[in-house]
C-alpha cells in the first residue's frame, strides 16, 4: 500500500472504556488481512514518561526492546499483534513540551512566539507521522487518551482536526462511548453518547465510525438513533459488548464489521474475513480448559492488580498453553510473617516473587522465598523478585544473617545486591536505569535452557541493582547456580537451584515479551512445573 492511513481512536463519557483493546482488536483484524500496521498511545499528562509514576497512579510501566518507558497499554498492543513497539509508539505531553521548549531554547523558532497553535501540534503531528513514514506501515492507529472534552486533551483533538484535512482521505476517526443501562428504568440512554460527540464536533472533528461499549445488546431503533444525532452512516454503528476476556474483542469486533468498515472508508478492497485460527484456538483452551492450577503472586501492590497486568496476562497465556487455567492468588507480601507464611501459601502448587522498588514489603517476599525453597515448590522470582532469592540464600544458607540489597540497607555487611557501577553518580530518577533489551548466554544443563531451547537469548531490564558478582563463587558452592550471563558485561540475568524442583529467578522481566501467538517460554515452563 503506497500511502499510510492513520486511525485515530477517541473516547468519551468515562475514561477506562477499552480503547486500547479496540485499537489493538482492530490492528488485529487489519493484521490478519495481511496489512502492515502499528498503534501508538498519546498520554496527555504532563509526565515525559510513567517511568517515575507510583503504580498506584497509572498500573505497571511497560518496558519496550528500545527502553522506552511506556503505557500499560502498549502492553496490549504487543501481545495482540506479536510485534514489538519502540520509544516512538508513546507520546505525552511532557515529552512534547519538552521537545518545543528545547527547540526554542536552541533558537529554532527564529525569535518567533511559540504557541499551542502551529508550534504543539505540529509537533505532535510529526510524532504521529513519524511511524508512516520512518517505518512505512500500512495503518497507523493512535489512540488518544483520556475523553474528550478534557483540557488536557485539546491539544491533540486539535491535531486530529488539522490532520483529518491535511491528510485528504488517508485520516479517520474512531469515537469509543458508552451507552449506560439504567436498572431503575430498564432502559438503555444513548444521550451521554449524544453530548459526547457533541463535544467532539464542537472541536471541529466529525467521528466516522462510533463504537458503542455496553452491557446489554443494543437495538437497530438505538443505533438508528445514535447514527441521526451524530451524522454518522448507521452501518458504522458498533456495537462492543461486555464480554468474558479481552482476547474475545477482536472476534466480536469482526462479527460487527469494523474492520471492513475502515476499509470501505478508505475505498481499500474488502476480501474475505480471515480465519483467525491460533487466535480460535487460544480461546477455547481459556474457555475450556483441562484442569486448574493455583500460583501465588507476592507483591506489595496486589491491591492494584493493573500493577502486575504482563504478569497476570503471561499467566494466561502460559496457562492456555499448557491447558490449564492459572487461578492467581494475590498475596501482599507485607501479609507474610512467620506465623501467617503456612496458612497463605499452604495450598498452591507454584510461587511468583513480583519485581518493584522500595523495601516496603521486602521482608515478606523474602519470606515467600523461603518456603518455596524450602517446600520444594515450584518458584519464579522476577527481577527483584530474583534479588530477594539471591538475600534469602544468602541469609539462610551461607549463613550471612545480615544479607541486604544496598537498596534496602546501605550499611549492610553483605551487600549481596548492589547497584550497578555505572549509577553511582546517578541523581535524575527517569530514564536512567538499566532499561530495554540485552543479551544472555545460557548453561545448557538449566530449566531456561530447556524452556527457551537456545543458548543465546534477549530480554527486557528496568532496574538499577545486579547481584554482587563478589559473593557468586560461594553461591555456587553452596547451590545457587548462575545459568545465564550478560556475556558483555558478565552480570548475573538468571539463577538456579538445580537441587530444587523448579527453582528460578531472572533479573530481567520475561513478562514484557509474552504474547497471545507467543506465550513466554519461562512462564510456559513454570505452569508446567506447578502441574507435574
Avoid at 253 to 278: G, H, W, Y
Avoid at 485 to 507: A, C, D, M, R, Y
Wanted: glycine content about 6%; proline content about 5%; hydrophobic content about 35%.
Amino acid at each position: 500500500m503506497s500511502t499510510t492511513k492513520y486511525i485515530f481512536v477517541t473516547g468519551g463519557v468515562t475514561s477506562s472504556l477499552g480503547k486500547g483493546i479496540i485499537s489493538a482488536s482492530l490492528a488485529k483484524l487489519l493484521q490478519a488481512r495481511g496489512f502492515k500496521v502499528t498503534i501508538q498511545k498519546l498520554d496527555p499528562y504532563l509526565n515525559v514518561d510513567p517511568g517515575t509514576l507510583n503504580p498506584y497512579e497509572h498500573g505497571e510501566c511497560f518496558v519496550t526492546d528500545d527502553g522506552a518507558e511506556t503505557d500499560l497499554d502498549l502492553g496490549h498492543y504487543e501481545r495482540f499483534l506479536n510485534f514489538p513497539t519502540s520509544q516512538a509508539n508513546n507520546v505525552t505531553t511532557g515529552r512534547i513540551y519538552k521537545s518545543v521548549i528545547e527547540k526554542e531554547r536552541r533558537g529554532d523558532f527564529l525569535g518567533k512566539t511559540v504557541q499551542i497553535i502551529p508550534h504543539i501540534t505540529d509537533e505532535i503531528k510529526r510524532r504521529i507521522k513519524l511511524l508512516g513514514t520512518k517505518y512505512k506501515y500500512d495503518f497507523v492507529i493512535t489512540e488518544i487518551g483520556g475523553t474528550v472534552g478534557d483540557i488536557e486533551s485539546l491539544p491533540y483533538i486539535e491535531t486530529v482536526r488539522q490532520l483529518k484535512w491535511e491528510l485528504e482521505g488517508n485520516a479517520m476517526v474512531i469515537h469509543l462511548t458508552l451507552v449506560p443501562y439504567l436498572r431503575a428504568s430498564g432502559e438503555l440512554k444513548t444521550k451521554p453518547t449524544q453530548h459526547s460527540v457533541k463535544s467532539l464536533l464542537e472541536a471541529g472533528v466529525q467521528p466516522d465510525i462510533l463504537v458503542l461499549r455496553t452491557e446489554r445488546e443494543l437495538t437497530e431503533d438505538i443505533k438508528g438513533k445514535v447514527a441521526l444525532f451524530c451524522n454518522v452512516n448507521i452501518k458504522n454503528v458498533i456495537q462492543s459488548i461486555d464480554v468474558s476476556t479481552i482476547y474475545e474483542v477482536p472476534l466480536r469486533m469482526q462479527d460487527e464489521e469494523l474492520d471492513r468498515r475502515v476499509l470501505e472508508k478508505f475505498n481499500l478492497p474488502v476480501t474475505k474475513d480471515p480465519k483467525l485460527e491460533a487466535w480460535k484456538e487460544f480461546l477455547h483452551n481459556f474457555k475450556e480448559p483441562e484442569k486448574t492450577v493455583d500460583i501465588a503472586l507476592v507483591g506489595k501492590y496486589v491491591e492494584l492488580q493493573d500493577a502486575y497486568k504482563s504478569i497476570a496476562e503471561s499467566f494466561v497465556h502460559a496457562g492456555c498453553s499448557n491447558k490449564c487455567k492459572v487461578n492467581i492468588q494475590w498475596i501482599h507480601s507485607e501479609s507474610l510473617t512467620q506465623k501467617t507464611v503456612d496458612d497463605i501459601l499452604g495450598n498452591v502448587k507454584g510461587i511468583l516473587v513480583a519485581p518493584g522498588f522500595g523495601h516496603r514489603g521486602m521482608e515478606g517476599k523474602i519470606l515467600a522465598v523461603k518456603y518455596a525453597r524450602e517446600k520444594n515448590i515450584p518458584f519464579l522470582g522476577i527481577c527483584l523478585g530474583m534479588q530477594c532469592a539471591v538475600i534469602e540464600f544468602s541469609r539462610n544458607v551461607l549463613g550471612l544473617e545480615k544479607a541486604n540489597s544496598s537498596e534496602m540497607d546501605e550499611k549492610t555487611p553483605y551487600p549481596v545486591i548492589d547497584i550497578m557501577e555505572e549509577q553511582k553518580n546517578v541523581l535524575e530518577k527517569g530514564g536512567t536505569m538499566r532499561l530495554g533489551s540485552y543479551p544472555c548466554k545460557l548453561e545448557k544443563k538449566s530449566h531456561a535452557f530447556n524452556a527457551y531451547q537456545e543458548e543465546l537469548i534477549n530480554e527486557r531490564h528496568r532496574h538499577r541493582y545486579e547481584l554482587n558478582n563478589k559473593y557468586l563463587e560461594e553461591l555456587k558452592k553452596a547451590g545457587m547456580v548462575p545459568v545465564g550471563i550478560n556475556p558483555e558485561t558478565n552480570l548475573v540475568e538468571i539463577i538456579e537451584i538445580p537441587k530444587h524442583k523448579w527453582f528460578v529467578g531472572v533479573q530481567f522481566h520475561p513478562e514484557y515479551k509474552s504474547t497471545v501467538i507467543k506465550p513466554h517460554p519461562i512462564f510456559v515452563s513454570f505452569v508446567k512445573a506447578t502441574l507435574e
